[in-house]
Structures are given as structure tokens and as C-alpha cells.
């Protein structure tokens, strides 16, 4: 199903740039068509995100700095995708163009659906490529500070685009409507929260940095992973290994009945007497 959603997704995207263009006069039936096709695109998205929730489901998840942002990017990823659906709709469309909704909902998907996609692939695979463990401590600082102000930032300016603040204006007390005490606190906090995002980054860059030659060796599988990267060394030699592995089981097994660890490599046999699941295998 992710492969086909991912596909859904990438076919459908040669066929809704016109949402961009609901205001330019183009023909109503052809706006339709576009507004019918970018709800569409939710349908795969819908699917990727309940694929990433049912695999968390039921697990014993440990809150490492890698896995809350994980996390993070898929409750950020579904902000951004449940206000795109607003933004599809024509009438909709027509009252929140070019305000500061359309600039917090791309942000919602770029950055919070890509950015802490990123972060968490660079503290989970950081140990495997540089042979050193980041900050954990670090980790999490950033991360909360990042989540914290990234909302701080762009949630609101789903609120004030509501209002009809239009984006790329520097003064928008230009605007008698938009003069209100609400309206520019909202900016003012956005803006503070914009400045405390960015200086955020900071502490990232630091632990990435300090880590890469002072950090401490990592283990060979640090989070206990089951596939066969995690049963070389970090970083890995030449050819990935020094001998070639032999797999016994797929990547997933999990909980296995009679092994006393919550996870068992690809590398290590089955215990006697336990019968894969065929669908699985």
C-alpha cells in the first residue's frame, strides 16, 4: 500500500497545479476539475499516515530524540495535509489566497513534514555513518525547543489568514482591519517565536558537530534494530561487511517467544519450534 500511495501521490501531482490559479479567471469547470483532483491527494496521503500509525501501534516505543521526531513529522505532516483540504475547495480558496493561511500550511507540510523527517534520520543514523553517538540530552533540548516555537511560528498564521492578513507586506498596520490588538499580537509572537526557532538550530549544530569528533563510540546497534546494517561495524568497512551475512529471518520479528530480548537480528537463528508467519515471511 505505501509504494502504490507514493505513486498515487506523484501522479496526482502533475495534475493539480491549477489550485494555484483558482483566482486568475480560468474556466469554472476546469477549476473544479483541479479542486476535485487536489482533494484527491489526500486519499494516498490518508493511507501513508495510518501506515506510519498502525506500525507504531502496540509497540513499546522508547521517546528517543530520533523517535519524537519521527512522531513529530507525522503529526505535523497531518496539520499541513487536513489544511490543504480547506485550501482545495474553490469558495474557500477565494477568501484565503495569498494571506498568511496558504504561507502556514506550506510550512506545516514542508517543513514540519520534511525538516523533522530529517532531524530524526540524522540522530538515528548518525552513529552508523560517523562510527559516534550524538547528544541524547542535546537531542532532546532541540527537539522541544524546534517543536515548540516551529507551532509558535506557523500555527497562528492559520488564525490571522483567516482574517485576510495577506503575506509579503512588512507593515500590515497599513490595513485598518488588521489593526486590531489581536492581529498584532499574533504577529509580534510569531515573530519571537521565529527568532527562538532559528537560534534552535543552534544547539543542533553543535551536537552534530562536537559529536562528530568528540562524541563517544557507538556500539554496533545502538536502538537494538533488527536489519542487517545494525550487525556491522559503525561506520561500516569496505563492502559493508567483512563477511558476508547469513539471514534467517525477515527484518520485523519482533517480541520473539523464547528469545529474552524485545529484538533478534536477522543474523541470529529462530529458536527451536518457532513458525514464521507465511504471510510475513
Known sequence: ?????????????????????????MNPALG????????MIALPSAIKVFNWLGTMWGGRIQYTAAMLNAM???????????????????????HIH??????????YVLFGGSMFGLFGAIYFWF???????MSERLGLIHFFLTFIFFNGTFFLMHIIGMHGHPRRIADPTIYPYLQ???????????????????LAQLIFAYNFIHSLFLGPKAPINPWHANTLEWTTSSPPPHYNFARIPTVYHPAYEYSVPGVDDD???????????????????
Do not use: C
Request: proline content about 6%.
Open 263 to 281: 529484538y533478534l537480528p536477522q543474523t541470529e537463528p529462530m529458536p527451536a519450534g518457532i513458525v514464521l508467519d507465511p504471510v510475513m515471511a
Open 1 to 25: 500500500p505505501m509504494v502504490l500511495a507514493i505513486a498515487g501521490i506523484a501522479g496526482l501531482g502533475f495534475i493539480v497545479w491549477g489550485h494555484h490559479m483558482f483566482q486568475s479567471g
Open 127 to 133: 552513529p552508523k555513518m560517523f562510527g559516534r553517538m
Open 32 to 39: 473544479a476539475t483541479f479542486m476535485l483532483s487536489t482533494m
Open 180 to 198: 486590531g490588538a489581536g492581529i498584532i499580537g499574533m504577529n509580534q509572537f510569531m515573530t519571537y517565536s521565529a527568532f527562538g526557532l532559528g
Open 98 to 107: 495569498d494571506t498568511y493561511f496558504i504561507v502556514g500550511h506550506i510550512h
Open 72 to 94: 513529530a513529522f507525522v503529526a505535523m505532516f497531518i496539520i499541513g495535509g487536513l489544511s490543504g483540504i480547506f485550501m482545495a475547495a474553490t469558495p474557500v480558496d477565494m
